[in-house]
Each structure stands twice: as structure tokens, then as C-alpha cells.
């Protein structure tokens, strides 16, 4: 993991946040190959999800009227049990350590203080009044979100039973131990999607949905051995599901919990419309029944299935032999932040003008990187750090037979390709 950390700051993937004032504990920055990555990921996660007839999307604020929150239970439900050791006061979650043994941090015996139960959402204040009246939390999660929405979108999309909305954004969490990089954070972003079924049939719903988001993962190049399901049992279901199971990858700190795939059944549109006296019943005018929709909800963390995808991808190659040793990046070519790499042999203005051209018709359709800086071998090596499939380069034999190489970031075998097939040659590979 540290390797990976080290590779992120140094080729500009993604930077702590506030680092020039000594940074913020774990909050993050995305830098200019981080936002590509993490932009990709989403695009292909969004059109995964809406590219169907029975799902929508919405794009719900961050700021929900407070009642929101006391009707899902987050208010009185939403904390985990927290210790302090009295010596070096290092703070735990209960559930994490062994209260029996020695403090994990500085060995001393008997010294915590009692379990605590600390809420885990951020309050803030809106608007200029600073009293208990103004006081509005960040959300911890995005899915109520689309539960406050479930008929306003249903009416207006003229949606039938079941269907689907999907969403991504920010959603923030106090997280009392958080860690790994961008494993835990306190702000984070979430792509979920509640599929609203009749109940009765969340059973086949949530089957289904289990086998869609399995090869979501695997279709974004995760290698299936890291991959695995780890089923909820009664004690650790959410106190919103009846049934849930994870997704779990294998991270260098061991495997963790990377999608969340849970069956709320009519918990939450139950709560909302006690809560605001709203009717959230769904009428089934074909049939002529009246009910509460149960819910199937896929979740996953963007930034948590960013890092899977970024140790998945993470390789080194030719350890120890110093003229074939390289990092690098084999990213799905889909998720990849940079396409192409266009390389004059050169600075030689005959090869420049060709590349230009080249970078200027490339660049236009693929997000591409134009650079002359370094001996060939080096610049490959910088492009396969990032994990750039294809490197084309511009050389002196160019100016005669009017073709480049291209060169695999994997295999690194290279090709040669006449400038006017280059288009079709890419359009062919990046076919996804
Ligand atoms: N709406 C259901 C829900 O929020 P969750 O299991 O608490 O369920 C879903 O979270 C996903 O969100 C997790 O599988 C994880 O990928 C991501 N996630 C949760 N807490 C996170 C945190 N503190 N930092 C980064 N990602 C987090």
C-alpha cells in the first residue's frame, strides 16, 4: 500500500488534502489523472445502471431537512461504540480491539474508558440562526436522497414496478478510526441505486442484482481471485435490512468490504411517510392494489472501488533488473486516465509538425498526452506508470513510410501502423 500511496503523489493521481498546512487527516485530493480515473469509474458505473429501461437517475442535495434523518434511524441508530485509551488517550471502536487485552497502541493494561455510542453524522448550521432549530446534518448517506424522491420520480417518469434510481454524490461520515488511504475516509463519494419491487419478490430482485454487480466488478478488469461475496448474518445486518451481503476485495491490508448489496424492504418509505404524513404508497392501476414498494439497494464507495482498482492494476515487473524493471499501471484500457501517448523520437521540427498533427487529431476523440522530454525508454516507462495503453511514436522513418509505432503497455510489443489506419486501429481497440 505504501508503494501505491508513494506512486499517487508522485505521478499526480491523488494528494492529502490541505498538504502545505500539514494536511487534513484523511481527506484527500484528487489530482489531474485521480479525477480521470475516478471520473471514468463513475461514467461507467452511471451508464451501467442507466443505460436501462428500468432505471433513472436523480442528483439529490447533500443538505436534507433534518426529520430526514430521524426517520431513517440515523439519528438514534447511526453510531458506533467508541473506547479511549487513558494513557496515550488513542481512540478505538469497540467492536475493532479485544477490551481484554493490552491497548493495541502503547501495551498498557486496564486503562480504557467506558464504550460510548458516538453518532457518526457531521451537524452543521444553515442559514444565520446558530440554534438547535437551524441545525442540519451532512448526509451519511446519498440513498435517502432517492427514498424522499421515490414518487415525485415515479409519477413524473411514469415508472412501473420495478424499477430503479440511481445516483451518485458525496456523503459524509464521522468515521472514528478512519484509514488505508482512501479505504475510510469522513468524505466520500457513493454511486447507489435503490430498485423498488413488489414485495414479495425482493428474493429473485436481489439474486439478480448480486450477479449484475459481480460482473460490473469483473467487466472493470478486477481480477476474479480478489473478489469475494461475504453474506451478512443476523447480527450485522443494517438496522435497515432484512437481508444483505458484501462485495469484498482483497486490499494489501487484507479484504474489506468494497460494494454493499442490501434488501431494506419497505423500511424507508414506511419511516418517511409516518414521519411526514405522507402517503409513499405505490398504485399498481393495472392490478388495482395499493402498497409500499420493498427495496433491493446496490452501494458502493467510488473512491473504495477506485483504490481496488488501482491496487488491482498496480504491478512491478522485472524486479531487481535495473534495465527491465518497470511499474505499471494495467488499468482497464476504459478506466485508463490517459489513452495515448503521442512520442517524437525527436525535438526535430520534421517530426514535431507530424506529431502535432497527430496529438491534434488523437487528442480530439481520446484524452491524450503529447511529450518529447526524455530518452523513448524512459517516457514509456512514465506512461505505463499511469497506465496508459498505447504510446505512438513519431520517428524518422515516419517522414517516408507515413506510419508510427504503437506500443502495448502490456504485452509491450510493438507495431507498425500507417498514420491514416491509426483512427481505426484505436477505435478497434477501445471498442467498450
Ligand atoms: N446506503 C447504504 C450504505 O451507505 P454502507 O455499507 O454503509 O451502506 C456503502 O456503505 C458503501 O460505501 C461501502 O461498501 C463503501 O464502499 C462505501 N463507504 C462507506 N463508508 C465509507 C467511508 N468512510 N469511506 C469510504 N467509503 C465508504
Redesign the pocket.
Known amino acids: 500500500m505504501s508503494d501505491l500511496v508513494a506512486l499517487c503523489k508522485q505521478r499526480g493521481f491523488i494528494f492529502q488534502s490541505s498538504e502545505i498546512y500539514g494536511g487534513l487527516n484523511s481527506c484527500w485530493d484528487m489530482g489531474p489523472y485521480g479525477v480521470e480515473l475516478k471520473n471514468n469509474l463513475k461514467n461507467r458505473w452511471w451508464k451501467a445502471m442507466t443505460l436501462r429501461q428500468d432505471v433513472v437517475g436523480v442528483d439529490a442535495s447533500i443538505l436534507m431537512h433534518p426529520t430526514v434523518w430521524k426517520a431513517s434511524g440515523h439519528v438514534d441508530g447511526f453510531s458506533d461504540p467508541m473506547v479511549d485509551c487513558k494513557v496515550c488517550k488513542e481512540r478505538f471502536r469497540a467492536d475493532n480491539i479485544d477490551m481484554t487485552k493490552p491497548c493495541p497502541k502503547c501495551g498498557s493494561k486496564d486503562s480504557y474508558t467506558d464504550v460510548r455510542q458516538f453518532n457518526l453524522m457531521f451537524k452543521t448550521q444553515m442559514g444565520a440562526m446558530e440554534d438547535t432549530s437551524s441545525m442540519v446534518y451532512l448526509r451519511p448517506?446519498t440513498?435517502q436522497g432517492i427514498f424522499v424522491n421515490f414518487l415525485n420520480v415515479q409519477t413524473t417518469m411514469r415508472k412501473k414496478l420495478p424499477f430503479g434510481i440511481a445516483q451518485i454524490g458525496k456523503a459524509f461520515?464521522n468515521?472514528i478510526t478512519?484509514g488505508n488511504f482512501i479505504?475510510?475516509?469522513?468524505e466520500?463519494e457513493?454511486m447507489?441505486m435503490q430498485y423498488f419491487v413488489k414485495p414479495g419478490t425482493q428474493k429473485e430482485s436481489m439474486e439478480a442484482w448480486k450477479e449484475i454487480r459481480w460482473k460490473w466488478h469483473l467487466e472493470n478488469g478486477l481480477r476474479a481471485e480478489k473478489i469475494k461475496w461475504a453474506p451478512h448474518g443476523p447480527d450485522s445486518l443494517?438496522h435497515y435490512a432484512d437481508a444483505a451481503t458484501?462485495i469484498e476485495y482483497e486490499f494489501p491490508m487484507g479484504w474489506g468490504?468494497?460494494?454493499?448489496i442490501?434488501s431494506r424492504t419497505d423500511f424507508d418509505l414506511k419511516q418517511h411517510q409516518e414521519y411526514s404524513g405522507k402517503n409513499m404508497n405505490y398504485v399498481d392501476q393495472v392490478n388495482n392494489e395499493k402498497y409500499l414498494p420493498y427495496v433491493i439497494?446496490t452501494?458502493?464507495?467510488a473512491?473504495?472501488?477506485l483504490l481496488a482498482i488501482m491496487c488491482d492494476a498496480y504491478r512491478l515487473e522485472n524486479e531487481g533488473d535495473a534495465d527491465k524493471e518497470r511499474s505499471v499501471m494495467k488499468f482497464h484500457p476504459a478506466l485508463s486516465p490517459i489513452k495515448t501517448a503521442i512520442l517524437p523520437l525527436s525535438k526535430k521540427s520534421e517530426l514535431e509538425e507530424v506529431s502535432t498533427k497527430l496529438f491534434e487529431d488523437i487528442g480530439g476523440v481520446y484524452k491524450s498526452e503529447y511529450d518529447v522530454a526524455g530518452t523513448i525508454g524512459k517516457r514509456y516507462r512514465r506512461q505505463d506508470e499511469i497506465g496508459t495503453p498505447f504510446c505512438i511514436t513519431v520517428d524518422f522513418d515516419t517522414l517516408n513510410d507515413h506510419a508510427v509505432t504503437v506500443r502495448d503497455r502490456d504485452t509491450m510489443v510493438q507495431e507498425r501502423i500507417a498514420i491514416a489506419n491509426v483512427q481505426n486501429y484505436l477505435k478497434d481497440k477501445f471498442k467498450f
Open positions: 448517506e440513498a461520515r468515521e478512519p479505504f475510510r475516509t469522513r466520500f457513493q447507489e443494517a458484501d468490504e468494497m460494494e454493499g442490501h439497494e452501494s458502493v464507495g473512491d473504495r472501488c
